[in-house]
């Protein structure tokens, strides 16, 4: 580990003017690139003491052996550059989003003598018109299908073109008028060439004009008799608006937009791209990144604006792109892409109107996608196996812990604490061993006391479970506790019978000790004991002053920061219902005999729980199905229940009465 002070330029030596800059490791090798306004402000932020830096720019630094910089006239020069470097280093500590597929799109290669129209996936060629991405091919075959019979364009590869001109006879496309079969001189190569643009200009968006026109042409054949060309010219317009219909109208203007969404969790984001085109969604994709930099959703943005148009020119550059949020430089970033389409780009976050829903639709892909590529990450067998085999070396265990248990403890400023465990076998969730605690052990707000509570029950039921289904410590089981009782379906213990190896708990060192002193009271030592602090994402152990740091790429880290999560997730869900049961209860509940109705018979007459408690026996005895002695006891009751404390009003502040009213 390298010390930063060690490469650290001198303030002189470092210009105040924009410029790109890159870390290398002591092998020189290229692992982060940066761009910055001020090359002076932006390194030395890097050379700040470690305790200030996000622990992943602390991680870069001080993989760093050295720093240099290039400058540039103004910012614009500085991305270009920045997307260059970053294409041609792939550096490990920068940002980059990977496809999770490679996305079909429909070409027409106008670079030919004979343009031809078919699927292409990959790189991106010169000279070539590409339409989408789609989601798949056969989406992009059965559109070119529909419209060859207006726009018969060559779909054949050279080698069937070539064999079809040496033998003077098109293929069976040319027969049936989907071709209009240029390889025995049927149309001109100029007259072929005006074919292929016209089918850009169509699936570019610019459809109302060619289809008004074909319309006027079958209203003229028509009015000439000529029946078979009005039938024909029908058909045509028939199967283009068939084409057109695949892609359904989302904005009314014809708009020409790339929406931009992105989610994104500790670890990871997913972006998801839809491509408007007149109006239409033409085409979707999305990419996935781990996060080894410090980003916020500004910068996961301007990434993925690199990403997404750092090799494109011209019309693949739309004219408005909308993104949830503006990159840091949003001038230099706008100037970039407008250089890029060699007009004006629009760059900004839609606030209302149907971009705005739309915007919302793309960011629910973003979520599906993040949380699909996380579901196909736990259930790849092969990962699971090398993520459990990581979390035994880190934690240097006998074997790999084929069930992890973890705890974690939520309230609400001290009030309706609780604690959950859940329950990961094989590296995948087994809900139905899921636990709810309360904590009854004292009052108020301690998580380290409620961790050792919350453990030390748990455990207490499994040494009583234990000796209940007569595995006894010793080992000796009694004849008369063998067989199946106390066994559920598979032959496993029921309940708390069954052990973990390995228990995590949601916090750092004071939570670990507590867990493992509570183990120790009970006499339990071969269970492992570790702990996750979120802040950090470190691992720590017990009687350890220096937690165990797994890579971020680790599919172990990845494992344990899923099952706290999943612990964190059903604490917060408890908890949340504890209180909303706890704000919803009256004192009116505790009284024996006073069922449903009638406690909403006496809210509906006098309106407030406040107003009730002020009310004689006689007037209680008024409502409809109240006789002498249920009042009685109502009247009891609330005396003897202390007034609730007021609700307040988190929009306003206001401090709200029962009865409806405010007070300052």
């Avoid at 492992?528 to 470190?538: D, F, I, N």
Wanted: hydrophobic share 40%; glycine share 8%; with cysteine.
């Amino acid at each position: 580990m390298a010390d930063p002070s060690s490469y650290r330029p001198r303030p002189g030596q470092i210009p105040d003017s924009p410029g790109v800059y890159k870390f290398r490791d002591e092998h020189r090798r290229v692992i982060y690139v940066g761009k910055a306004k001020s090359l002076r402000q932006r390194l030395a932020n890097y050379f700040q003491p470690l305790a200030g830096l996000h622990p992943r720019t602390a991680t870069m630094v001080t993989t760093a052996a050295s720093v240099e910089w290039t400058v540039v006239s103004t910012e614009v020069e500085a991305l270009q550059l920045e997307y260059s470097w970053i294409k041609e280093f792939d550096p490990r500590f920068n940002v980059k989003y990977r496809d999770d597929k490679s996305y079909p799109y429909l070409a027409v290669t106008l670079n030919e003598e004979f343009p031809r129209v078919q699927v292409m996936r990959g790189h991106k060629k010169k000279g070539v018109r590409y339409f989408g991405p789609y989601a798949h091919a056969w989406a992009i075959r059965e559109t070119v299908d529909l419209m060859l019979r207006v726009f018969p364009v060559r779909t054949c590869s050279a080698g069937v073109f070539r064999n079809a001109a040496s033998a003077g006879r098109p293929c069976l496309l040319g027969y049936i008028g989907k071709c209009s079969a240029p390889c025995v001189g049927r149309v001109t190569p100029e007259e072929h060439q005006d074919l292929a643009e016209e089918f850009c200009d169509f699936m570019a968006g610019r459809t109302g004009t060619y289809i008004r026109r074909l319309e006027k042409q079958m209203m003229l054949a028509a009015e000439d008799m000529e029946y078979e060309k009005a039938a024909r010219l029908r058909d045509d317009i028939e199967a283009l608006r068939k084409a057109m219909e695949k892609n359904a109208v989302v904005l009314a203007d014809a708009t020409d937009a790339d929406l931009i969404a992105l989610a994104e969790d500790e670890l990871e984001a997913a972006v998801q791209i839809f491509h408007v085109r007149g109006g239409r969604v033409r085409g979707q994709r999305g990419w996935v990144t781990d996060k080894v930099e410090a980003v916020d959703t500004a910068g996961l943005v301007e990434h993925a604006l690199q990403q997404l148009y750092g090799e494109e020119n011209g019309d693949a550059v739309p004219k408005e792109v909308l993104v949830p949020a503006l990159p840091e430089d949003t001038s230099a970033v706008t100037q970039w892409l407008s250089g890029r389409r060699g007009s004006q780009v629009s760059l900004r976050i839609p606030q209302r109107g149907d971009k705005k829903d739309l915007m919302e639709t793309v960011a629910r892909n973003a979520q599906q996608a993040l949380v699909l590529h996380k579901t196909k990450r736990a259930s790849d067998l092969t990962t699971r196996s090398r993520a459990l085999e990581e979390i035994a070396e880190a934690l240097d265990l006998d074997s790999a812990p084929l069930r992890i248990e973890c705890f974690d403890i939520s309230h609400l400023q001290g009030q309706d604490v609780v604690a959950s465990m859940v329950v990961f076998e094989d590296g995948l969730p087994r809900k139905s061993e899921y636990r709810r605690f309360q904590i009854k052990g004292f009052e108020g707000q301690d998580d380290v006391r409620s961790m050792h509570e919350v453990v030390g029950r748990r455990f207490r039921r499994y040494l009583a479970e234990k000796e209940k289904t007569g595995e006894w410590v010793d080992g000796e089981v009694p004849a008369e506790a063998a067989g199946a009782e106390g066994r559920d379906e598979d032959g496993r213990p029921k309940r708390f019978a069954y052990p973990p190896q390995l228990v995590v708990v949601d916090g750092g060192q004071p939570q670990v000790a507590a867990a493992r002193r509570a183990l120790d009271e009970l006499g339990i030592d071969d269970i492992a004991v570790c702990g996750l602090a979120k802040r950090l994402e470190e691992v720590w152990l017990p009687g350890e002053d220096d937690p165990v740091v797994l890579p971020r790429t680790s599919e172990g880290l990845y494992l344990l920061q899923r099952v706290r999560d999943t612990a964190h997730d059903f604490a917060i869900r408890y908890q949340r219902t504890k209180r909303n049961k706890r704000i919803r209860s009256s004192p009116l509940d505790e009284i024996p005999g006073l069922g449903e109705t009638r406690k909403q018979a006496l809210i509906k007459h006098f309106g407030s729980v406040k107003r009730l408690r002020q009310a004689t026996i006689e007037q209680i005895c008024e409502v409809p199905g109240m006789g002498r002695k249920t009042a009685e006891a109502v009247a009891v009751a609330l005396a003897q229940a202390a007034p609730a404390a007021p609700a307040v009003n988190t929009a306003t502040g206001e401090i709200m009465e029962d009865d409806g009213g405010t007070t300052a």
